[in-house]
Structures are given as C-alpha cells and as structure tokens.
C-alpha cells in the first residue's frame, strides 16, 4: 500500500461533536476546550455551526465560543454555515474559513436543510461567493455520500453531480461524508477510484462515522488511494440529528494513535491531545467511545 508522509487532521468535535448531545455544555468549558485544542497542535478546528439555534440548541452560543477562544497562531478556525444569515453571523465572529453542507441524497437533504438539493445549491453559491468577497476561505461537505439512513446506497452519479456543482463555486476543498457510518472498504475504494478521475486528491477530505468499528479501515483506503485530510471528532463524539442510527466521528486520539504507529506525521501531540478528550468527557457526563482513551484507562 501507499502510505503518505504527513496527514492533515481537522477536528470536527466542537461542532459535529457536540450538535447532539443531549447535555449542553456551557460556553466557557466549550471555549476552555478549544483552547486545549488550539495546544495540542491540531491545525484546523471546526469550532461550531451558525445554524438557526432552534434548530441545533446545542451551538445555540457560537458567537460567544468565536469570540472567547484564543487563537493560536498558525490554526484555521471554521464553521458550518447554512445560508446568508448564518453568513452574517460567522463573518461577525470572524471565522478563518465557511463551511458549507448538503446531502447527495434528496431525502436527507430535505430532512437536514428542509429544502431540495436543487433548491439548496443557490443559497451555498451566495454563501460561498459572499464569503469570498470578505476573504475567507470556503469548504464544502457532502452528507449520505456511502449511504443513507431513507435511500439506502446512493447513486454515485449524484455524487459526482454534487461534487461538480460545489467545486464550480469555487469551494476549495469537499468532505465527503458516511453520515450513518455504513462505508466498507471496498465502497471507498470504488466510489474514490470514479471522484478522482475527474478532481484531484488534494481537493478531498473524508469524513467517516464509525458506527460499525470500521472507520479506521475505510481511512486506510483512502491514504492508499492520495487522500491525506481527514476529518476526526475528540472522544468519538458525534452524530447527525437528522440520520436515524448515526454513532460518533472517528475518534481523533484512535487515529492518530494508528498514524504515529506507522510513522505518519500529523504535527499532534497525543498527550494533550488525550488530556482535552477526558475534559470533554468529564462535561458531557458519560464514558466516550475511544478506544485511548479506554486503553489509558480514562473513561470511568
């Protein structure tokens, strides 16, 4: 297999970990978290999301949370971003980089943004060319891209025109994301061999759930086919409120335990990066699934 030198971790925990827990963590132990975070030498962090906060009550307070942390030199802070109002706000909270998101299923795409794919692509082009304007960087994410909790497996046709239809805005890197955790090794293989032919390697990221144990497995592929950013929750936390079934992100210290076992350079320290996961877990109140941080004996 191909393994490459250096991978890129982007942590999603502050905002895709934490958009479904039940129990609300307060904006000074999530602005304390990022914090911890910001040292362990992650270099992008995905903060929160400016989405309507009816909608997700748990990242009712990112305003708060962007202005509170400490910014590191040298790290990218970015937000899931729906539209032009959540646009405003992010640009507000001076977010180094927008993040945009849809589904490559219509039934999912309607459940999670309440609108239809066709209908979703020119508020993302209005929020990607706006962001641009004010000289943020944009990334793009793509939900149910291996499977969806309504459609079942979606046709790799939809994925391409998607994918297609981001790029063309002008967004500089995509997600592709397992929602529900349900990709196998040989899907990631086949649906990666067909994306890139028509874009090149360094224009993705995945982004895997691991609701069957198998996220590592399907990150191997993917480093063997050219993909070296990846996408990673602390803890293991996570979940998609609107994918019935949906378990956590691939645990960040998990991950970069198999990369520093290989010899792959993140940057990361595993120390601080194990430290900030039993805060997190402490304040969520229950054992996380991480198998580091079981293996330190830390989830009591």
Not at 125 to 143: L, P, T
Request: charged share 20%.
């Amino acid at each position: 297999m191909n393994w490459p030198t250096s991978v890129m971790i982007k942590e999603v925990g502050p905002r895709d970990g934490l958009q479904n827990e039940k129990v609300f963590i307060s904006t000074e132990d999530k602005i304390a978290w990022i914090n911890q975070l910001s040292e362990s030498g992650l270099k992008n962090i995905e903060i929160t999301s400016f989405v309507n906060p009816k909608w997700i009550p748990a990242l009712s307070d990112a305003v708060a949370v962007a202005a509170g942390i400490t910014r590191m030199p040298g790290v990218i802070y970015t937000a899931l971003v729906p539209n032009h109002q959540g646009l405003e706000r992010a640009l507000e909270a001076n977010i180094d980089t927008v993040a945009v998101f849809m589904s490559a299923s219509e039934t999912h795409n309607r459940k999670n943004i309440n609108k239809s794919i066709e209908d979703t692509f020119p508020i993302l082009r209005k929020v990607v060319e706006e962001s641009q304007s004010a000289g943020k960087s944009s990334r793009g994410y793509v939900s149910t891209v291996f499977g969806c909790p309504y459609e079942g497996i979606v046709d790799i046709e939809k994925i391409i025109r998607v994918s297609e239809t981001l790029f063309e805005m002008g967004i500089g890197e995509l997600s592709l994301g397992d929602t529900i955790g349900v990709a196998n090794p040989k899907q990631v293989q086949e649906v990666l061999e067909v994306l890139l032919k028509r874009f090149p390697a360094n224009k993705f990221a995945l982004h895997f759930h691991d609701t069957h144990g198998i996220a590592l497995a399907n990150i191997l592929v993917s480093l063997d086919m050219g993909i070296t950013i990846f996408d990673a929750s602390l803890g293991g936390l996570g979940g998609c409120p609107y994918a019935p079934g949906a378990s956590g992100n691939v645990a960040t210290e998990d991950f970069l335990y198999m990369l520093n076992s290989m010899g792959i350079n993140t940057g990361v320290n595993q120390e601080k990066l194990l430290s900030a996961s039993r805060f997190i877990q402490d304040k969520v109140g229950r054992p996380l699934p991480s198998r580091s941080l079981q293996v330190c004996g830390l989830t009591g």
